[in-house]
């Protein structure tokens, strides 16, 4: 997770004019002598924003400085991440291998997937600078980079992580001093009206949808603004994790007001697995009674990995009472690197997002495929559907189970028309 | 999770698990200081709850004591689990005691109040009762029949003096103290170091490299007496984050802390993206990149996979190694290393990989095949048995309690070599 309160810029006095007006200025200087030199400009803007978070960036200045050092080039950052190369009377090979380098690091990044090179390439651009027309391209370039200064300074990122702590948010990062006041807040406050509901829908084979059980989240954000408005209490993953095991002590007691005689559908919760072995998960254990089918457990794969015993003992428990056990905080990319069958759980739910809008015939997509393919038909859950891009995306996958903005617009109108 | 016996294969027929049980404790005889023992009685259990799925699961939760040389697990014929460990792992054994009451708490045994815990959990002290331990072992041993639940009185006593011992759990206000602490403590005096070795059919070690790392337990004497660190795996992960920065800064001042050959350490994905390293990183010449491996969690990799597979990329372009760290057999072949793009990955040893059978052999003699023979490396191996099994799927390199034994058996040897060569000489 991203620690925001260290800025890219740090340091950077906000009244120094921009690197894109420093660059602007430096190529009206140099009109009258451009031979030999040429730009670069690396369209970082365009990768996704985690993978545009400071300390990303921060590498890629640091690999890019050695060129800066040794030969005759000057390096502009710009405010939307942007890079800019201004190369003199040097070999085309060393600038292109460090270039290949920074894309290199971004493999898994949509952006790189276009061929290096080719015309379609949409990670950098070259511009021969002798030549007018480029000289022309390039101004232009730089100064809608500029014009965008102000409106990329004002956008709030979403990233991309695995976990439930999503959003990257303002605030100073939270540090271990902070964490008990944070803890007697959360003990203290109410959090029923936080939580919230989110259906998910299966597609069965004659296209119908089905409500197949409803999420119980917290909203984390409404959540923060009520215990630590100023704090970013994701900065830190482990930290993050120390506080759920608190948060997942309240949201069990607003669950266990529900009526499960009464209940049209599962409902899942999102749990550590040091929840499921404590005393408030026993409490309501008790409380469910002989509805366990009802409930769906949902853990965190950082938190498996964390202690593969300890899963595996949870898992056979919740099982044998009669829980269902649903892996949470997969995504597309992590589908790539590990199988999840082995797992043995009823559920397995993955993100969607943008990093698979390259449709359903890259490769990425075809490993995706082989390992829904092992998993029982109908256990994988695609979630952050906010499209439907996203629904024909998972059922060309193979995928049946939705969740999602999209989704909650879907079920609204069926409930208006009474299909459910 | 059996205890083997490594030491003496002649004997042909198997051993039952109270017979070996009584063989270890009368190994303790002189070693029983600070030894304690837990019997959980599965056997009071109704038939339901004692099906083999929960003795697994009941056994697979003392997994982590039994890696980490905590103590040995005897699966007794009965069905009861018998596990004798050192008492500085005590909170944690009641800790996994307690989990294994969980999985069985809709038995009728913990319907009445009070009469559970001495039914189903009974706590020994080695040191003190040794002899009635060995009366009580013999008797199961010799006639395979279970004496019912022998339960003393002065084991609560002990466990409660065990966990004043053990002092508090790892809490925020601790941790906020320690990662203060840290910063200000000198831990040159903490550093271990550990090999990595090929080892020949001989058993002569031959160091690939060495790995460095900081005693969590001296730290913990050191700077937090009665501090359990490990006691939250979150708080824990956390503290070493602060811990990778000054194991950083002991590794690039070389004029008070020189080591020879290539090293190994662990560190965390959010550290290699931290100012300390690249500060770090431009203090160290590219030739000694080329000698650092750097060890990852999976943990850690899996908890933001964009950002390991960046840093992966910026370190290995720098000239470091990556090492994939904490592969068990319960996830190695769940994680496609070909695709993590790692130059080693770590295989911790545990006896579960030969109790596991054909399947466990072929998923490792698979992962080495996949990986590359020079690639993976099996780690805390504390007995011949590991590398014995090691070598048979295909691993040539290998780290633990063991392979220090053998290196000091080595320099023993050549010692002996020098000392003869100089006898030789003076008397010709």
């Not at chain 1, 800019?84 to 070999?91: D, M, Y």
């Amino acid at each position: 997770m991203a620690d925001f309160s260290a800025g890219y810029s740090e340091g950077h006095d906000q009244n120094a004019p921009s690197q894109e007006k420093r660059l602007l200025d430096v190529l009206g200087r140099m009109r009258n002598n451009m031979a030999g030199v040429y730009a670069v400009h690396l369209h970082l803007s365009d990768l996704r924003p985690s993978h545009r978070q400071p300390h990303f960036l921060r590498m890629v200045a640091r690999s890019l400085d050695s060129l800066a050092a040794t030969q005759d080039i000057q390096i502009f950052n710009f405010t939307n991440s942007d890079v800019a190369l201004i190369c003199r009377n040097t070999p085309v090979d060393e600038v292109d291998d460090a270039v290949f380098r920074v894309r290199a690091m971004f493999n898994e990044d949509p952006l790189t997937m276009s061929e290096d090179g080719s015309t379609e390439d949409r990670f950098s651009s070259w511009y021969d600078l002798s030549q007018a027309a480029d000289i022309k391209d390039f101004m232009e370039a730089v100064t809608e980079a500029l014009k965008h200064r102000e409106e990329v300074k004002n956008q709030t990122t979403e990233s991309m992580t695995t976990g439930r702590a999503s959003k990257v948010m303002s605030g100073a990062p939270l540090t271990p001093d902070m964490l008990q006041g944070i803890i007697q807040r959360l003990l203290e406050v109410r959090v029923g009206d936080l939580v919230h509901r989110q259906p998910a829908v299966v597609v069965t084979a004659g296209r119908k949808q089905e409500l197949a059980f409803r999420e119980h989240f917290i909203s984390m954000e409404e959540l923060r603004q009520r215990i630590a408005a100023e704090v970013n209490i994701f900065s830190s993953h482990w930290l993050f994790q120390f506080l759920s095991q608190t948060i997942d002590g309240r949201v069990l007691e607003v669950l266990s007001r529900l009526d499960f005689n009464d209940m049209d559908a599962p409902i899942s919760v999102n749990l550590n697995l040091s929840t499921i072995m404590s005393r408030p998960f026993q409490n309501f254990h008790a409380l469910v009674g002989e509805h366990t089918e009802k409930v769906i457990v949902e853990i965190q794969i950082i938190d498996v990995f964390s202690d593969m015993s300890a899963y595996a003992f949870a898992r056979d428990w919740l099982q044998s009472q009669g829980y269902t056990v649903l892996i949470d905080g997969l995504n597309p990319l992590t589908l790539c690197f590990f199988d999840p069958s082995s797992l043995a759980a009823d559920y397995i739910k993955i993100t969607w997002g943008p990093e698979v809008s390259g449709g359903v015939g890259t490769e990425q997509t075809r490993q995706i495929r082989d390992v829904i393919g092992k998993l029982p038909d109908g256990s994988v859950v695609l979630s952050r559907v906010d499209s439907e891009e996203g629904v024909s995306w998972g059922l060309g996958l193979g995928i049946r189970c939705f969740q999602g903005y999209f989704i909650d617009k879907v079920v609204a109108a069926m409930a208006s028309k009474g299909i459910l | 999770m059996a205890v083997r016996s490594t030491s003496t294969p002649t004997h042909m027929h198997r051993r039952t698990q109270e017979q070996l049980l009584l063989e270890y404790l009368r190994r303790l005889e002189n070693r029983r200081e600070g030894r304690k023992a837990v019997r959980i009685n599965i056997s009071s259990l109704m038939p339901g709850n004692r099906r083999e799925h929960h003795i697994r699961a009941a056994t697979n939760s003392f997994e982590a004591l039994v890696s980490d040389l905590m103590g040995q697990l005897f699966e007794l014929k009965n069905l009861d689990i018998f596990f004798i460990y050192k008492s500085e792992a005590h909170t944690r054994v009641e800790d996994t005691v307690q989990k294994v009451k969980f999985l069985f708490s809709d038995d009728p045994l913990f319907d009445e109040k009070g009469r559970s815990e001495d039914e189903f959990v009974s706590w020994y002290d080695v040191e003190t009762g040794y002899d009635e331990l060995i009366k009580m072992v013999r008797d199961m041993s010799e006639d395979g029949r279970t004496e019912k639940r022998p339960v003393t009185r002065s084991n609560v006593r002990a466990s409660l003096k065990a966990r004043q011992d053990h002092g508090d759990p790892l809490s925020p206000e601790v941790l906020s103290r320690a990662v203060k602490a840290l910063q200000r403590t000198d831990l040159t005096s903490l550093v271990r170091r550990q090999f990595i070795c090929g080892v020949s059919k001989k058993l002569v070690p031959e160091p690939v490299f060495s790995e460095i790392y900081i005693s969590i337990m001296d730290l913990r004497e050191t700077m937090m007496p009665g501090i359990n660190l490990t006691s939250n795996r979150w708080l824990f992960q956390y503290l070493t984050e602060s811990l990778d920065k000054r194991v950083l800064s002991l590794l690039s001042k070389t004029d008070r802390f020189s080591i020879t050959g290539d090293i190994s350490f662990n560190v965390n994905v959010s550290t290699l993206m931290s100012p300390e390293f690249m500060a770090f990183d431009d203090g160290i010449s590219a030739a000694r990149r080329g000698s650092m491996v750097l060890e990852l969690q999976k943990i850690d990799i899996f908890a933001d996979l964009g950002a390991f597979l960046f840093a992966r990329e910026f370190c290995q372009e720098k000239g470091y190694r990556i090492c994939l760290d904490g592969l068990t057999y319960q996830n190695m072949s769940m994680i496609n290393r070909e695709r993590l793009g790692v130059d080693y990955v770590k295989v911790m040893w545990n006896p579960e990989l030969v109790d596991g059978g054909a399947q466990m052999r072929k998923n490792l003699r698979d992962l080495v095949q996949e990986a590359g023979r020079t690639r993976v490396i099996l780690a805390r191996c504390d007995n011949r048995e590991a590398v014995d099994f090691g070598g048979s799927v295909g691993i040539t390199m290998f780290q633990g309690h063991y392979i220090e034994h053998l290196i000091a058996e080595d320099d023993r040897r050549r010692q002996l070599l020098k000392i003869k060569h100089r006898i030789e000489r003076d008397t010709t």
